[in-house]
Nanobody, 122 residues
Framework: QVQLVESGGGLVQAGGSLRLSCAAS????????MGWYRQAPGKQRELVAA???????NYADSVKGRFTISRDNAKNTVYLQMNSLKPEDTAVYYC????????????????WGRGTQVTVSS
């Protein structure tokens, strides 16, 4: 069984910074992509940023230049450095791991964390 545990959310003023972390634990052989999604009240969950095992990244247009995703493959951990935060960044942030394999020849599964609240005050 694989679990994703997020940390680092909280309350910050506009213009401030936060760093989210997400550690995957369990019987993990490899993880293809890890990423962060967010969901604000009354809105659909949306991709914030994602990173593959080789380091390729993808960002939502709304966070480009402000957020940076990184990954430690040895620790199965993904980070999201969020700078110049805006009130519209307020949401629950969810960690995602896709293509999680428990061994060679196994199909990859997808897992989600439980989410961490990020609140940006104006």
């Amino acid at each position: 069984q694989v679990q994703l545990v997020e940390s680092g959310g909280g309350l910050v003023q506009a213009g401030g910074s936060l760093r989210l972390s997400c550690a995957a634990s369990g019987s993990i052989f490899s993880i293809n992509a890890m990423g962060w999604y967010r969901q604000a009240p009354g809105k659909q969950r949306e991709l914030v940023a994602a990173i593959t095992s080789s380091g390729s990244t993808n960002y939502a247009d709304s966070v480009k230049g402000r957020f940076t995703i990184s990954r430690d493959n040895a620790k199965n951990t993904v980070y999201l450095q969020m700078n110049s935060l805006k009130p519209e960044d307020t949401a629950v942030y969810y960690c995602n791991a896709d293509g999680v394999r428990i061994g060679v020849g196994f199909l990859g599964d997808e897992y989600w964390g439980r989410g961490t609240q990020v609140t940006v005050s104006s």
